[in-house]
């Protein structure tokens, strides 16, 4: 029986979901509360510059296609793909980096050239984590997070063990040198939690990095997001945006509906793509799954303090993703997950996607997306964004070996208020609840609500995890829940 289907938000997992129940024949509408689509994954357009607000890392090309084959489509259908060459580029000081080719040959070499006899570790190290890599993507993160029998499966059951060691054991296992253990734990930050909190199953995500590769969607991961609201379109999804939800409507347990900008909209079924936390404030406290205690003890993803800057020239000695680990990484971690507070001193991630995309910025000059990693509900001022700018903006310089301050035209900012305005993020975390052992599939918040009968949840709180290419996953996971359910 086709149904009626409500979505909340136009984020990745959002907009995923929408194609899946169109495709099977429901009425789908999205409501998204801003002027543009996109969640987190929209766009900034200043002065010639375009800057994507949020994901600026495009992994795991092989989910992308899947999500895409399963409309019959491609990528390329919607987008064009850019291999980054290298991939990027990792600066410990002044003359000291290591670039990160875009094959695993090369890269063996690199690290050989650091530390001898790591080539071959390596590769045996990328052995391990393909198989990793072949066992989640190909079944475990595809499977709805409803048993912990999930886990257990004729593949899985030899890599349960991983999940009780972390990432960061099974590096220093096999690596010495400290900046080769730093490239090798940076890929797990993108699951939220810090490496000696992270399962060593989740070495997947190494070999994401150096076995698939980094790519670039030419127009920036925001054409993602068109691509997706074109197939949702084709497939019959109407579009809503400027239209704030206020509450989900419940009668005798059951979601029938929600209110939009003082309106309300009757539906069958009611899916939530905004953040998990803030759609269980729009419903009664009886009928919420999960009280603030339990978000409150929960190990988040960081917030972050993002700045888009402007500048009047083409920048040297930088890549198009530039890592800067000139600082104690333990330090930092610490500052985020241990004893939350503004680091003193921090690390930052810089991306200048016009080295790679001549759209992002007007001839001669340069785009520049800096990123320093926080605690989620920290303080956040105009002051401290200044400070923070100015100490990155410092050290960049210095490292880079080059005058940049004198270049600006703009900077715009983002941090910790704009992700719970724009977003209504929990804390102002920037990418969900982090993949802990404790935190890991079937022990996430549910796709299906435990209390109120055809409500639903998709996105980085659930399941699978933070990420764009879990986002698309997490959709098309709950479509296939409403469809056995409701």
């Not at 600026?56 to 850019?82: A, C, G, H, Q």
């Not at 206020?246 to 900008?261: L, P, Y």
């Not at 299906?448 to 933070?466: A, C, E, H, I, M």
Request: proline share 5%; with cysteine; hydrophobic share 40%.
């Amino acid at each position: 029986m086709k149904k009626e289907i409500h979505i909340i938000g136009s984020g990745f997992s959002a907009l995923a979901a929408a194609c899946y129940l169109a495709k099977d024949g429901n009425q789908v509408t999205l409501f998204e509360k801003n002027k543009t689509i996109g969640g987190r994954a929209r766009q900034l357009k200043k002065e010639g510059f375009v800057f994507d607000i949020g994901p600026t890392w495009y992994w795991m090309p092989d989910v992308f296609e899947r999500f895409f084959s399963d409309f019959n489509k491609k990528p390329s259908d919607y987008y064009e793909l850019i291999k980054l060459s290298p991939a990027y580029q990792v600066y410990f000081g002044v003359k000291d980096f290591i670039t990160i080719s875009d094959n695993l040959e090369e890269i063996s070499k690199t690290f050989e050239s650091i530390e001898p006899g790591s080539g071959a570790v390596l590769k045996a190290f990328m052995k391990e984590a393909q198989d990793n890599y072949n066992i989640a993507i190909l079944d475990l993160v595809y499977r709805p997070g409803e048993s912990p029998l999930e886990l257990v499966t004729i593949k899985s059951a030899k890599k349960i063990n991983q999940f009780f060691s972390n990432i960061s054991k099974e590096v220093r296992k096999r690596f010495k040198n400290d900046k080769l253990i730093q490239i090798l734990e940076f890929p797990v930050l993108f699951l939220g939690a810090k490496p000696s909190d992270t399962p060593a199953f989740y070495s997947f995500m190494n070999f994401a990095d150096f076995g698939l590769g980094t790519w670039h969607p030419k127009n920036g991961m925001y054409s993602v997001i068109l691509a997706m609201e074109k197939l949702a379109c084709e497939l019959g999804v109407q579009i809503e945006t400027d239209s704030n939800v206020e509450e989900i409507i419940v009668q005798n347990q059951k979601a029938v509906g929600i209110k939009v900008n003082g309106v309300s909209k009757f539906a069958d079924v009611i899916l939530s793509g905004a953040d998990y936390h803030h759609t269980e404030t729009l419903l009664k406290p009886e009928y919420r799954a999960y009280s603030e205690k339990y978000w409150n003890q929960k190990t988040f993803a960081p917030s972050s303090l993002l700045f888009y800057v402007g500048f009047s020239k083409k920048l040297q000695n930088v890549e198009h993703h530039s890592l800067f680990f000139d600082v104690p990484f333990d330090k930092h971690a610490k500052d985020i997950y241990d004893h939350p507070k503004w680091p003193e001193e921090p690390l930052f991630y810089a991306s200048f996607p016009s080295k790679t995309d001549k759209s992002a910025a007007p001839t001669g000059n340069e785009a520049g997306i800096f990123l320093i990693p926080l605690a989620p509900g920290l303080e956040d001022t105009e002051e401290l964004r200044n400070t923070y700018f100015n100490l990155i903006i410092e050290r960049f310089e210095k490292i880079t070996q080059q005058d940049v301050k004198n270049y600006i035209i703009f900077r715009e900012s983002f941090c910790v208020n704009d992700f719970i305005k724009e977003y209504n993020s929990y804390k102002g975390n920037a990418y969900g609840m982090a993949n802990t052992l404790l935190q890991t599939a079937f022990l996430r918040p549910k796709l299906r609500s435990k209390k109120v009968k055809n409500l639903y949840f998709t996105g980085q709180l659930t399941v699978p995890g933070p990420g764009v290419p879990p986002s698309l996953i997490s959709g098309k996971l709950v479509s296939e829940l409403i469809s056995k359910y409701s």
